[in-house]
């Protein structure tokens, strides 16, 4: 098997197991904001296949998610894209730089904090749209609600992937699904 052949097989393997993580783990935590390990496995393709990977596995599931186990519509799935390439494809950049645990821990911070300030932003802008309520309403929301989501989510989603960043990427390299480094 050829490397693109690996690759889309990989990248497609990954996007499937997003998938299912976000049908079967979807938890509601504040209002409407629910939260799904999808970005663990996203972010584990970025590091493994790189940030276009991540972007692309990001799309297909949150595409999927739209049209299947989400009440959201196009905004949600904007969200949902926004939101999983600002976290995963810093993480997968930094990481391309840094090639080790510590550049798989300094990528998953910065994306962590990528993806925290985008979705501020995004709430802020969108969520009187969606919700239906005044700005200034929203406002009041940014910091109960908003932040507090944002920055578990970002959490959760940036240990777990540090936690299976070994046991994913190590027999990854040995069956040549990614460049080999010698330090790991």
């Known amino acids: 098997m050829n490397g693109k052949t690996k690759k889309l097989t990989a990248a497609g393997m990954l996007a499937g197991l997003a998938y299912a993580a976000t049908a079967a783990g979807r938890v509601p935590l504040i209002l ?18 790189g940030p276009c990977t991540a972007c692309s596995v990001s799309l297909l599931v ?11 519509g196009i905004l949600g799935f904007l969200a949902n894209v926004i939101s999983s390439c600002a976290f995963s494809c810093p993480s997968a950049w930094i ?28 709430n802020y802008l969108v ?21 507090p989501f944002n920055l578990i989510k970002g959490g959760i989603n940036a240990a777990a992937a540090l936690a299976l960043y070994k046991p994913v990427v190590v027999p990854l390299r040995r069956i040549c699904m990614t460049e080999a480094n010698p330090s790991e």
């Open 32 to 49: 409407f904001l629910k939260y799904d390990p999808k970005d663990i496995i996203v972010v584990t393709a970025g590091l493994v296949l």
């Open 62 to 72: 949150s595409l999927a998610e739209m049209f299947t186990v989400s009440d959201n």
């Open 95 to 122: 990481y391309r730089k840094m090639r080790k645990l510590q550049g798989a821990a300094v990528g998953l911070f910065c994306g962590w904090a990528c993806m925290v300030l985008v979705m501020m932003a995004w």
């Open 127 to 147: 969520a009187p749209i969606y919700m239906g309520y005044p700005v200034e309403t929203v406002a009041k929301l940014m910091l109960p609600a908003f932040l």
